[in-house]
Nanobody, 126 residues
Framework: VQLQAFGGGLVQAGGSLRLSCAAS????????MGWFRQAQGKEREFVLG????????SAADTVKDRFTISRDDAKNTVYLHMNSLKPEDTAVYYC????????????????????WGQGTLVTVSS
């Protein structure tokens, strides 16, 4: 499985970005997907996840009123929609795919994920 994340860039505070993560090498549906981020000098943290079966989502408290996640199984792609961006959202954003064991929900711990994209940098200027 290969995951490719793209869509990052430089944006002003209050702006919006949409990240995409395209999967190849495996049937995409039924697998839960997650977005994580890692700021410089900090640990990787969970942002949003979407389950493979129901499409239910979960979000970190820091982003739940501003970011959303969606998936298009026909395109093998998951999206991260980011609104009202803040400078503290600056980080490298990673998408990840969890094993079928977690198809009912997207886990929040990075160790639960099998495959990772290469990351895309989001920089929010003040």
């Amino acid at each position: 499985v290969q995951l490719q994340a793209f869509g990052g860039g430089l944006v002003q505070a209050g702006g919006s970005l949409r990240l995409s993560c395209a999967a190849s090498g495996r049937t995409f549906s039924r697998f839960s997907m997650g977005w994580f981020r890692q700021a410089q000098g900090k640990e990787r943290e969970f942002v949003l996840g979407i389950s493979g079966i129901s499409g239910s989502t979960s979000a970190a408290d820091t982003v739940k009123d501003r970011f959303t996640i969606s998936r298009d199984d026909a395109k093998n792609t998951v999206y991260l929609h980011m609104n009202s961006l803040k400078p503290e959202d600056t980080a490298v954003y990673y998408c990840a795919l969890a094993p079928l064991t977690y198809s009912g929900y997207a886990p929040t711990h990075p160790n639960r994920y099998d495959y990772w994209g290469q990351g895309t940098l989001v920089t929010v200027s003040s």
